[in-house]
Each structure stands twice: as structure tokens, then as C-alpha cells.
């Protein structure tokens, strides 16, 4: 229909927001401006910068606007979806699924308000996915693990088993419905689309409702410009400001005597009747659109916002969610890869903490909360610290990278607050040195390397000398291949905000000696005129080479379900990446600087001895990483690599995290294991044992104080040290010295054996050792070792 419309000559500006509204002098609005594009993390212009463009008409359809006043708070409900190929079998196309209530209540009286949906599609795909409602109660409440315990219902595993996962996302609706439609006109122009709160929360439908406003709207746009006597002008004429807005006062009327509002009013008291628990909701939704067919004479008022309607974390009980298998349900993490979400390292974060709010995090949403947005986003974006950096109080952490866009943000907080950086930790901290903040915060894993007795070759960091040199040698190979390119922009940009601006943004002002100077209209602050150079790696020439790399190795990467994110996300396609940004917020850096990966990467080469000869220690025969920084290591660095000339890794081993309890480890749980602790109370080898026997490669462990100490007596102490004892005795170490082997021949049948069995068991622990996955290894050579206490 886009394309259509297009046709009939209606300018369409996908993937373009609105940014800024211009208004007249008489204070109407006279258009919408969108925003810079290509805007680095630092506040100025990348090699991608465009500047963003002012559209101006007699009439602007806004799709957002200061409309509320009289009507009731919206309601928002987030939705989480998966879309899986099923196999063929098991495929019906065209069948749909809804369902109301389970998992998200745990008793009748439940006020959670939520149901799932499940859409065969074409080409054995399935959409499925769970809307849970914004107002519930409880905020230990996690919508993605509801939608994961749900996914194991007999009636949803038995068409998803056998299939695999191919995409996840998230989106934040407006369930509000009827009573919640804001005031939609204003002068010069009016609100349509799903914002406006169209959707049918029950149906989990909107589109059909968002594209008969826009109708009804363009309708009463025409019809009022026709009225006006306005004549028709050419596509590339200029808006006249100081023409008078349109009044489309008449859209509003439409809508109300449309089938929007008549669908939208049978269903208006449903989701608010759940309020009062989920049994007497089921009953009354029964009764309102089955009975009386949504004519009830009555109206069930919502004058609270959802965030308001979250109760004090102590009135409830953390839940406890199953832990995902790897094959029907996912840790969060793995499941952000399939959500096709790609920031630039670069970019500047789109979610900040509001200065006037700054102490609302660590004062309210968590001591009182527990933290909810940790639970309520379906990307992991908000987490809090363990507070040492702040004297013992946690702090909000933004992962901005992760966001997939579902526009939940703060919905569910307290207060509406949402800019984390090193400078602002450090600031935290009491100093404003920022490279003696890093020292501090080396020195501290330094400590706990120490107290672990982790021994390394070297303990590497990015400010060392020599890696500096690595680095620089490391991109002029790249550069001189013509892989890293450079791009020249000019834009205002305000120093003290941090921020680059548009000229609508800025304004000229006489400052205290009468000069005419140009400063930024929100904050007063001077502005300058700033040119940057941006530099960006050619990873979108890379993907072939990687497709092929990963199709000719296939066991390159462990396990084998991180393979095939990895391939996934290589076959979905790459884009170039920012290698560079200018130093003035890094404080201890050259004019300009290796940014992020491509720096902490060449870590590895500077180990080997690189720029010089490297062949002795390159390529490594293991990177042993996180399954959260898999994408760097197995994308970026082998199209570095390659772009050098340099051999790749053999192979790339992703290891899953730890929890306890099977929940993620989190500050306001309270499950947060000290290492310092643990290594304190237990030592370093009871420790090491545990990780080793109960650590997992492709699933997270759960780490068990309990467990630890059961497995340490029952099979350290027990199995192995038995073993030791009776080996070391003085029946067999006379005086303490180990006698000679005897020759095979004269020794009995038995003895023999057991020589054998032990030649066997040296050759198989060498063996298993050399595999990724310790835990296998650990169990199956505790195992191996029981034959010899029995023996002696």
C-alpha cells in the first residue's frame, strides 16, 4: 500500500522519526523536523552524517502530542515474540492461536493481565509470542521468562520440538483502548496510528484501526484545505510560515462515528475488569462480549498509570523461572542475536538518566522496587552494580547496545528517569582522574587473580606501551589494504552539552560584551561550528569470506548452537563498522583513537610478540570468551584478520554464565556471589574444583555454596583424597620413597591390568583436557579415577 500511495504522489519517509515540532509565531504547529542521522557516541558527525530535514505543511499529522488532559492514563502491555521453522508436518498454515491467563498467574485472584498468541505463517514458519499487561502488581515479574515457561505447555512444545528459533523481538502496546484515546486535533494538525492508542487489546489487533485514521484524517485534511481555498502548489515549492494552520477539527467526529470507535467500545472494560483478579475478569469479559455483546451500561474507571500500580518488592516473593534447555527456550542474551538489532559502538546512547532524576535509580526503584526495569525490559538494558564503586549503593547501569526498540523505557518505573559512562563512574567515585579510575578498577581483577592463584604470562591492558605500538601497526595494515576509509562533516556542536545541534536547535544571542555569538536554544550554552574525521572498517566486504570460513570449519566454534548464531547473524548481513573517534572525552588519549574493539582485540596479538615475528604464539589455538561478546570474536576479529592478512584463531570456544538459584545474578536479589568471599572462605583449589565439575559450556551453571561444599567432601575430599592417602601410605611408600616399577612379566594377571588401565587413564586425561568442555572432562576422569582406591 506504501508503494501504492507513493504512486498517487504522497511523499513517504520510512525509517525517518520526528524529532523536533516548528511551530508558528501564533503557536501553531507548522511541521515536524527529523533528526541528525550518523551522530557518533561523542556527540559529533560520523562518516554516515546526514542532517536531518524540516517538513513543513498546512496541516502536520502528529504521531505524538501533549493531548491527555480528561482522559485516562493509557495502559501499555510489552510483547515478546518468537518466529520459529517448524517442521513440515507439524506446519498448518493459516491456523491462529489465542490464548488467555497462564503462566502469568499464580493464583485466581491474580490481577496480571496477559495471553499469548500463535500465527502459522508461510514457509513452515510460526510466530508466537506473549503480551503480558503493564500493570501488574508484582515487580519480580519477568515477561521474557513468562514467555519462555510458556513455550513448555504440552499444547505450544509439541509444535515447536524438532523446529528451530530464527528471530526474537519485543514491542510495547497501547492497550488503554476506548477511554484512553487522547484528544486527537490540535491546531495545525492531529494525532493518527497506533500511538493514538487504536489497538484492540483483546484481539492484540491495530493495524486495521491505525490505517483507517490516517484515512479518516487525510479526508478531513482535504476537506478542510478545500474549504480554506487553498490552491494546490508544486511538490518543490516552498510552505509559506506565515500561512494560517488548517483546523481538521472534523477527523475527531469522524473517528467517533467510524467502526474504530465502535470496535474499540465493545471491548473497553476487559483488560481493566482483570483488575480485580483474574477469575472475576475471566467472568466479566465472558459476560460484556459474549452476553451483552460489549452494550454493558457501565464503564470501569482506570485512573492510575501503570507504573503506579506496582506494589513494594517486600509484599511479594522473587520467582524462581526455569532454567532455559537451549532448544525450546533461551537465555535472553542468546535470544538478542536473533532480534537483528545492530548499534554502532559509536552511537550515542538513546537512553540517559535525566540529571533532576539521577538519585531516583538508586533512592527508590531499587531499595523499593527491586530494581523492576531489570525485569520488565525484554532486553536487558537496565541493570544495577553491586554498589562498590559507590560506597555499597547500586547503581543503574543503561546497556543501550542492547535495546531492540520496543519502546517499553520507562513505562513500569516510578518515575520516568532515563547516560552511563566511565567519566560518570569515575565522577561517582570522587575523582575526575579518569585513568587512575581504570588503574583502580585493573588493580581490583588483578587482586582477585592473586587470591585465586591464577597464574598468566602476561597480564595485558590497552594502555600499555607496547600494544599502543601493536595497535597502530595492526590498522596501518588494514589501512594500507584499503579496508578503513575516512569521511569529513561539519556541524554546530556544544561543548558543554556534549551534544552536536541542527540549526533549529541554535540560535544567535549577545553575550556579556554585546558579541553576537550562536548558542544552543535549549540550554544557553555557546556553540561552535566543528568538523570531524571518522574512520570505518569495510566489514560489509567481509561477509563471504566469513560465510565461507564458518562452512569450511565447522567445529571453528563451540558450542555447536553458537555456531549457528554466529552463521545467522553472517547470512543476515554486516555493516560497516566505526573504528575511531575523536579523544576529547577520553582524557589520556591521542587527537585520535582506536575505538573499542579493534583495539581491546589486537590484546591477543600483542601477547604473541606482534608487530614482529609472531608464528611462534599465532595463530591461538583457543579464544576462550563469554557467549555475550561471541558477535566480536567471531565477526569482527576474523574480518580484522583477514583485512591484515593474518591467520584466524583455530577455534573460538563461547562459554555460558553462572547463576544462583538458576536466576541471573542480580543486586536486587541479593544472589550476587563475591569471588572475594568465596575465595576466602573455601580457598582457591575447592574453588577451582567446583567451577571445573559443575560449570556448563552451553548452558549456564548455577553456583551453590551448598553444592559446593557436597561436592568437595563427597568427591574431592572423598574419591580423590582417599585416593591420595592410601597412594601416599607407607604401605606402598616405604620410608617415602616411590619404589621402581617392576617389569610387566613379573607381575600377576591383576597387577598387569591395573598398569595398563593406569598407562590407559594418563592418555585419557590428556585427551579429555584437550576438549572445551571442562565439566565433561572433570566428571568423566573422577570417574576413571575410581578404580585405583578400590584396587589399593
Given at each position: 500500500m506504501g508503494e501504492q500511495a507513493e504512486e498517487a504522489g504522497v511523499e513517504i519517509y520510512p525509517g525517518f522519526s520526528a524529532s523536533e515540532v516548528i511551530y508558528r509565531e501564533d503557536g501553531s504547529v507548522g511541521g515536524i523536523a527529523t533528526r541528525d542521522v550518523g551522530i557518533g557516541k561523542d556527540g559529533k558527525p560520523k562518516g554516515t552524517f546526514a542532517r536531518g530535514m524540516e517538513l513543513r505543511a498546512r496541516v502536520e499529522v502528529m504521531e505524538k502530542f501533549n493531548l491527555r488532559e480528561g482522559v485516562q492514563p493509557q495502559t501499555y502491555g510489552i510483547g515478546v515474540k518468537e518466529v520459529w521453522r517448524i517442521p513440515k508436518e507439524k506446519h498448518q498454515a493459516g491456523l491462529v492461536q489465542h490464548t488467555l491467563g497462564w503462566p502469568l498467574q499464580q493464583t485466581l485472584m491474580d490481577k496480571t493481565f496477559g495471553g499469548s498468541f500463535m500465527y502459522h505463517m508461510e514457509?513452515?514458519?510460526?510466530?508466537?509470542?506473549?503480551?503480558?499487561?503493564?500493570?501488574?502488581?508484582?515487580?519480580?515479574?519477568?515477561?521474557?521468562?513468562?514467555?519462555?515457561?510458556?513455550?513448555?505447555h504440552p499444547a505450544i512444545r509439541k509444535y515447536l520440538e524438532g523446529g528451530e528459533c530464527v528471530q526474537y523481538g519485543a514491542r510495547c502496546l497501547n492497550e488503554g483502548g476506548y477511554h484512553a484515546i487522547p484528544k486527537l486535533t490540535f491546531r495545525g494538525g492531529?494525532?493518527?496510528?497506533?500511538?493514538?492508542?487504536?489497538?484492540?487489546?483483546?484481539?492484540?489487533?491495530?493495524?486495521?484501526?491505525?490505517?483507517?485514521?490516517?484515512?479518516?484524517?487525510?479526508?478531513?485534511?482535504?476537506?478542510?484545505?478545500?474549504?480554506?481555498?487553498?490552491?494546490?502548489?508544486?511538490?518543490t515549492a516552498e510552505i509559506n510560515p506565515e500561512e494560517p494552520a488548517i483546523d481538521?477539527?472534523?477527523?475527531?467526529?469522524?473517528?467517533?462515528?467510524?467502526?474504530?470507535?465502535?470496535?474499540?467500545?465493545?471491548?473497553?472494560?476487559?483488560?481493566?475488569?482483570?483488575?480485580k483478579g483474574f477469575l472475576p475478569g475471566l467472568l466479566h469479559a465472558g459476560v460484556a462480549t459474549h452476553v451483552l455483546r460489549g452494550k454493558e451500561p457501565w464503564t470501569i474507571p482506570n485512573t492510575v498509570p501503570d507504573s503506579a500500580k506496582t506494589r513494594p518488592a517486600k509484599e511479594f516473593t522473587p520467582i524462581e523461572y526455569p532454567k532455559p534447555d537451549g532448544k525450546l527456550t533461551f537465555d535472553l542474551l542468546s535470544n538478542l542475536q536473533r532480534s537483528g538489532t545492530n548499534h554502532n559502538h559509536d552511537q550515542p546512547a538513546h537512553l540517559r538518566i535525566k540529571p533532576e532524576l539521577a538519585d531516583v535509580p538508586s533512592q527508590e526503584s531499587f531499595p523499593v522496587y527491586a530494581g523492576p526495569e531489570q525485569r520488565f525490559c525484554p532486553a536487558r538494558v537496565y541493570e544495577y552494580t553491586d554498589g562498590s564503586e559507590a560506597n555499597g549503593v547500586p547503581q543503574l547501569v543503561i546497556n543501550a547496545q542492547n535495546c531492540v526498540h520496543c519502546k517499553c523505557c520507562s513505562i513500569k518505573m516510578p518515575k520516568e528517569y532515563i547516560k552511563w559512562t566511565v567519566q560518570e563512574a569515575a565522577e561517582r567515585s570522587g575523582t575526575t582522574d579518569y585513568k587512575a579510575f581504570c588503574d583502580d578498577v585493573?588493580?581490583?581483577?588483578?587482586?582477585?587473580?592473586?587470591?585465586?592463584?591464577?597464574?598468566?604470562?602476561?597480564?595485558?591492558?590497552?594502555?600499555?606501551?607496547?600494544?599502543?605500538?601493536?595497535?597502530?601497526?595492526?590498522?596501518?595494515?588494514i589501512r594500507d589494504k584499503g579496508h578503513i576509509y575516512l569521511g569529513d562533516h561539519e556541524s554546530w556542536y556544544c561543548k558543554s552539552d556534549e551534544s552536536f545541534l541542527t540549526e533549529m536547535q541554535v540560535e544567535d544571542r549577545r553575550d556579556a560584551a554585546g558579541n553576537v555569538v550562536k548558542v544552543s536554544k535549549e540550554s544557553g550554552h555557546p556553540v561552535e561550528m566543528l568538523r570531524e574525521e571518522n574512520y570505518k572498517f569495510r566489514l560489509s566486504a567481509f561477509q563471504d569470506r566469513l560465510l565461507q570460513w564458518l562452512d569450511d570449519n565447522p567445529?571453528?566454534?563451540?558450542?555447536?548452537s553458537r555456531y549457528n548464531e554466529v552463521r545467522a547473524a553472517v547470512t543476515g548481513g554486516l555493516?560497516?563498522?566505526?573504528?575511531?573517534?575523536?579523544?576529547?572525552?577520553?582524557?589520556?588519549?591521542?587527537?585520535?583513537?582506536?575505538?573499542?574493539?579493534?583495539?581491546?582485540?589486537?590484546?591477543?596479538?600483542?601477547?604473541a610478540g606482534y608487530p614482529g615475528n609472531v608464528d611462534h604464539a599465532w595463530p591461538a589455538d583457543y579464544h576462550i570468551v563469554g557467549k555475550d561478546i561471541l558477535k566480536f570474536h567471531a565477526i569482527y576479529w576474523p574480518a580484522f584478520l583477514m583485512a591484515a592478512g593474518l591467520p584466524l584463531p583455530k577455534k573460538v570456544v563461547a562459554h555460558a554464565h553462572w547463576t544462583v538459584g538458576n536466576v541471573k545474578m542480580s543486586k536486587?536479589?541479593?544472589?550476587?556471589?563475591?569471588?572475594?568471599?568465596?575465595?576466602?572462605?573455601?580457598?582457591?583449589?575447592?574453588?577451582?574444583?567446583?567451577?571445573?565439575?559443575?560449570?556448563?559450556?552451553a548452558n549456564d551453571g548455577d553456583f551453590n555454596a551448598e553444592t559446593l561444599e557436597d561436592r568437595v567432601n563427597s568427591e574431592l575430599a572423598d574419591t580423590l583424597g582417599n585416593l591420595v592417602s592410601r597412594s601416599t601410605g607407607k604401605s606402598v611408600l616405604v620410608k617415602g620413597i616411590v619404589p621402581k616399577r617392576p617389569q610387566l612379566d613379573s607381575l600377576t594377571a591383576e597387577d598387569r591390568e591395573l598398569v595398563v588401565k593406569g598407562q590407559a587413564l594418563a592418555m585419557k586425561v590428556e585427551q579429555l583436557f584437550d576438549t572445551p568442555d571442562v565439566r565433561v572432562s572433570s566428571w568423566r576422569c573422577l570417574k576413571h579415577h575410581a578404580i585405583f582406591p578400590i584396587t589399593i
Open positions: 514457509d513452515d514458519l510460526v510466530q508466537i509470542g506473549v503480551v503480558v499487561g503493564l500493570d501488574y502488581e508484582n515487580p519480580y515479574i519477568n515477561p521474557y521468562e513468562e514467555f519462555q515457561r510458556f513455550k513448555m492531529g494525532l493518527i496510528g497506533c500511538s493514538a492508542g487504536f489497538l484492540n487489546g483483546v484481539k492484540i489487533k491495530g493495524t486495521h484501526t491505525a490505517m483507517k485514521s490516517g484515512m479518516l484524517a487525510a479526508e478531513a485534511a482535504y476537506e478542510a484545505l478545500t474549504a480554506s481555498g487553498a490552491e494546490p502548489v508544486a511538490e481538521i477539527s472534523s477527523y475527531e467526529g469522524a473517528v467517533e462515528s467510524s467502526w474504530i470507535a465502535e470496535e474499540l467500545k465493545a471491548v473497553r472494560n476487559v483488560h481493566a475488569g482483570f483488575g585493573s588493580a581490583r581483577f588483578g587482586a582477585v587473580f592473586a587470591e585465586a592463584d591464577v597464574s598468566c604470562s602476561r597480564f595485558i591492558r590497552t594502555s600499555d606501551a607496547d600494544h599502543r605500538e601493536a595497535v597502530a601497526a595492526f590498522w596501518r595494515a567445529d571453528v566454534i563451540v558450542p555447536k555493516r560497516d563498522l566505526s573504528v575511531s573517534r575523536l579523544s576529547e572525552k577520553i582524557q589520556w588519549a591521542i587527537k585520535h583513537c582506536v575505538y573499542v574493539w579493534l583495539d581491546a582485540l589486537t590484546n591477543y596479538l600483542t601477547s536486587s536479589l541479593g544472589n550476587v556471589v563475591d569471588p572475594h568471599e568465596m575465595l576466602s572462605k573455601y580457598g582457591p583449589d575447592f574453588v577451582r574444583f567446583f567451577l571445573l565439575r559443575e560449570g556448563v559450556l
